[in-house]
């Protein structure tokens, strides 16, 4: 079961006021089990050690483990508006879920 959502995000503006953004992204459901986290950490701990990402730091090499983890998953979530820096990611319990439905994995 796919389903979008649509968060409010504050960006920065130029003016004293704030303005309002709104994103879409797909939402995955997401059990928060032992089982689906252990599957979720094996895997993001082998892409941590990619070398690739492993030569990466900080928001760059989340980026590049998420999408080692999953590469469909990060298109769909992450690609059209990309994680940046000292953003809380809303995205991850979605990320995890559509990993675990690509895994076979949600119990």
């Known amino acids: 079961m796919l389903k979008v959502s649509a968060l409010p995000i504050c960006s920065a503006s130029t003016t004293s006021t704030n303005q309002k953004t709104t994103f ?7 059990k928060e089990t032992s089982k689906n986290e252990m599957a979720y950490r094996e895997f993001e701990a082998a892409c941590e050690q ?10 760059a090499r989340l980026k590049c483990v998420r999408e080692c983890i999953s590469p469909v998953c990060y298109q769909q979530i992450y690609y059209q508006d990309q994680l940046e820096d000292g953003e809380i990611d809303v995205r991850l319990n979605s990320f995890k879920g559509c990993f675990a439905q690509r895994t076979g994995r949600q119990r």
Do not use: D, G, S, W
């Open 24 to 30: 879409a992204f797909p939402e995955f459901p997401y």
């Open 50 to 59: 990619n070398p690739t990402c492993a030569l990466q730091k900080a928001l």
